[in-house]
């Protein structure tokens, strides 16, 4: 990194300290406005900062957190990695975390899904890594096909390497503008937002999942290269890994089907890669145990429909009770309809609270769904009336922060 | 289709249904069985024929593209229009209520075909129309203040062939002060939430259209939602 202009590497050095001061403070962990202040001192700094590196920088809708957390265990085999780990997204939070370890070579960077296209430009990352498109807070986001047309422009321009999940339509879509990609197979639960066309509009033939086809415009799925199945992934090679993650569900084994197919871009065979993914149990307080009293608590965040869906296909099973917490801030999108587009059939018969600033539209949701629960104030009520010793919570963006800033911060 | 039952039709949800539309069918579908009507849930999807034999048809939001593909599919099929023509009760939200009109705006404002069961014509505003939205009905209707979400670029103009649904206090509505539309027993509004969780009022409407008076419900979970949606929006 002795390259580095002096502005660039004055920008990086005041960010940091920044952001120090933030974290003494205690305001934040100081990612964004490090960022933030590092691009006053030089606009160009994020291409500074990334240039005589291999980057990778991994979008989603959901899993982002995660499997940059997981690419960068495994790439970690190789010497250190500069990541963004607290799920800083943006620019800002690019710069705080290249100019934390101005040393590596390597760096992995999650980036939001509209910023992918100016992130790419600007870094010229030799990896793109691309899981999952759905429907999520669109009174503020952009219309998913528009994102998936734009990623598929940005990466037409640019000489990436592209490892994306073929069994997602636009995320396939979009990778197709890459010339050079690398598919797997990594499976998609969520199916409601891709069944039209993204080429053409026609109606997608599905019935083979996980094969896809338009029989208007011939676009189907790519072959791919990487195989999941249940827990199994076969490489390349024809050779089968067996996954055994710490972290619960199938997102979380697609997240790490597409970590090994990353690091194997990288360097890292699969049997390298593997027991550094499974090192992961928690990433940003997700998916951690917390004792609380004799209850044990399990925190699941779910932002969409599609990550309610995965998180109710990990729960413990009855008579282990789920607390359901849903807020409508900002960061959460103000509009609840998405609850409408759950499935919560599956939760009848097992004992259910419902808390949140948007407990009343939860509470009407389950009552349609003829599930039976009971209205909370607070999440230590549900701990205090769970009858057993362990408790599942799943919950939106704002209210999972609200219950871990109560609780006190765990990673 | 069951001859007995009350068919809800929920058209393209393949294409049109963005954000919870299937709300709309549950909450129907819950409020006739608490009155021991049955009913059946019918899901066309874009591929298949439009029943003409409903009693309730649905259509959903959707983005631009779906829009459009919705939109052509639906005149070339027919049968929306003909089960309007015999007096079926159509709720379209969004995008598919500026389907039913005669023509909506596509990403550049050209004007595409609508399927012609409202009077109204819509095209894109300058700012899209995101937040809560409170507006009272035309009191023709009987249905008490209504609540819900708006995420749209439209802007509406009703002809002289379809009423206003309701008169805007809190949002944007079709852009002229108004709110949705209807005429005989199709309504159009621009209304997510969904519209009918939200509004008990308006699903009760929709049923009686389809079978006469209905006895009322004690209070539940949505109307305790329906106030506390208007008090915040009134705050």
Same mark, same amino acid.
């Given at each position: ?24 403070? +205690? ?7 490090? +960022? ?26 959901? +899993? ?49 899904? %509209?910023?992918?296209? #100016?992130?790419?430009?600007?870094? %010229? ?175 699941? #965040? ?53 808390? +949140? ?27 205090? %009336? ?26 | ?94 995008? &598919? ?27 894109? &505003? ?85 079978? &006469? ?23």
């Amino acid at each position: 990194m002795s390259k580095l202009s002096l502005r660039a590497r004055l920008a990086a050095t005041l960010g940091l300290s920044a952001a120090r001061l933030s974290r003494a403070t +205690g305001r934040g962990d100081g990612s964004v406005i490090g +960022g933030r202040v590092a691009l006053k001192v030089e606009p160009d700094v994020l291409a500074e900062l990334s240039r005589g590196r291999q980057l990778a920088l991994v979008s989603a809708t959901n +899993g982002k957190t995660t499997t940059t957390r997981l690419i960068t265990n495994a790439l970690r085999a190789l010497g250190p990695v500069a990541t963004n780990e607290f799920g800083a997204n943006m620019p800002s939070g690019h710069i705080t975390a290249l100019s934390s370890d101005l040393e590596a070579r390597n760096a992995v960077l999650e980036v939001d899904e %509209k910023y992918l296209p #100016m992130v790419l430009s600007d870094t %010229k990352a030799a990896v793109v890594v691309l899981m999952n498109l759905s429907r999520d807070q669109m009174d503020r986001a952009s219309e998913i096909n528009l994102l998936a047309q734009k990623w598929r422009f940005a990466l037409r321009g640019s000489p990436a390497h592209v490892v994306a999940n073929c069994d997602e339509p636009l995320v396939a879509w979009a990778g197709l503008g890459s010339s050079n990609a690398t598919w797997v197979a990594a499976g998609q639960r969520w199916k409601e937002d891709s069944w039209c066309c993204p080429e053409c509009g026609g109606h997608l033939d599905r019935s083979a999942d996980p094969h896809w086809e338009c029989h208007e415009c011939g676009l189907r799925r790519p072959e791919p290269s990487w195989v999941l199945d249940g827990d199994t992934v076969t490489d390349p090679h024809g050779r089968k890994h067996e996954l055994r993650m710490k972290l619960p569900g199938d997102a979380n084994r697609a997240n790490a089907a597409i970590a090994l197919a990353t690091a194997a871009v990288f360097g890292v065979p699969p049997d390298n890669a593997l027991p550094r993914l499974r090192e992961v149990t928690s990433v940003a307080g997700r998916y951690s145990s917390i004792q609380r009293g004799p209850v044990e608590v399990r925190l699941l #965040m779910a932002k969409n429909p599609a990550g309610w869906l995965e998180s109710f296909a990990i729960l413990d099973p009855p008579p282990v009770p789920v607390a359901l917490s849903v807020n409508a801030q900002v960061p959460d999108g103000r509009d609840t309809s998405w609850l409408w587009d759950v499935d919560y059939t599956v939760l009848r018969g097992r004992k259910v609270f419902v808390l +949140g600033e948007r407990r009343t539209d939860l509470a009407l949701r389950l009552d349609t769904d003829d599930v039976e629960f009971e209205v909370i104030d607070h999440i230590d009520q549900a701990v205090a %009336k769970t009858g057993t010793k362990r408790l599942d919570v799943v919950a939106n963006y704002t209210a999972f922060q609200q219950i871990r800033t109560e609780w006190g911060r765990v990673t | 289709m069951n001859d007995s039952a009350l068919r809800i039709v929920w058209i393209y949800p393949d294409l049109l249904s963005t954000y919870g539309d299937q709300g709309n069918a549950l909450i129907l579908e819950r409020r006739a069985r608490l009155r021991g009507i049955p009913t059946e849930i019918v899901h066309v999807h874009s591929s298949d024929a439009v029943p003409v034999e409903g009693d309730v048809y649905l259509l959903g939001g959707g983005e631009d593209r779906p829009q459009i593909l919705a939109a052509r599919r639906l005149i070339a099929d027919g049968g929306l229009k003909r089960a309007a023509e015999r007096g079926a009760a159509v709720l379209a939200i969004c995008a &598919g209520y500026q389907i039913i009109g005669e023509t909506f705006g596509d990403d550049k404002d050209n004007p595409i075909a609508g399927v012609g069961l409202l009077d109204i014509r819509s095209g894109r &505003g300058d700012r899209r129309a995101v937040g809560e939205l409170v507006a009272d009905v035309d009191p023709a209707l009987g249905v008490p203040r209504i609540t819900g979400f708006e995420n749209h670029q439209g802007r509406t103009q009703l002809g002289p062939g379809t009423t206003p649904l309701s008169r805007t206090v809190v949002g944007v509505g079709n852009g002229d002060g108004f709110e949705g539309g209807y005429a005989g027993h199709v309504v159009g509004s621009y209304l997510h939430g969904p519209a009918l969780p939200r509004n008990p009022g308006l699903a009760d409407l929709l049923l009686r259209w389809t079978v &006469g008076e209905i006895p009322p419900l004690p209070p539940g979970w949505g109307e305790r939602l329906r106030e506390e949606r208007l008090a915040a929006a009134i705050g």
